[in-house]
Nanobody, 121 residues
């Protein structure tokens, strides 16, 4: 079993920055992928950014150039640096990871509890 602890959400004015963190703990052999999703009121959960084995990343078009995802493999932690925040970025942000428990390449997915990000205009 894996536990995910998210932090870094809060209230910020438009144009400001926040940094989200998600730390995974448990009997983890390696991380296949680490991602951030978000869900605004009345909307479906959407992928914001992902980082895979190595340094390959992908971003939603709406956040390209403003958000940066990174990871610290030694700490099993993923970060989301969010700059130039807009009111439409307001949502609950969820961490999602796929972990391997051994070298057989099977991976298992887990979700964090979510952290609220509110951007005021």
């Amino acid at each position: 079993q894996v536990q995910l602890v998210e932090s870094g959400g809060g209230l910020v004015q438009a144009g400001g920055s926040l940094r989200l963190s998600c730390a995974a703990s448990g009997s983890i052999f390696s991380m296949k992928s680490m991602s951030w999703y978000r869900q605004a009121p009345g909307k479906q959960r959407e992928l914001v950014a992902s980082i895979f084995d190595g340094t390959r990343t992908n971003y939603a078009d709406s956040v390209k150039g403003r958000f940066t995802i990174s990871r610290d493999n030694a700490k099993n932690t993923v970060y989301l640096q969010m700059n130039s925040l807009k009111p439409e970025d307001t949502a609950v942000y969820y961490c999602n990871v796929y972990v391997r428990y051994s070298d057989d390449l099977r991976a298992y997915g887990y979700w964090g509890q979510g952290t609220q990000v509110t951007v005021s205009s």
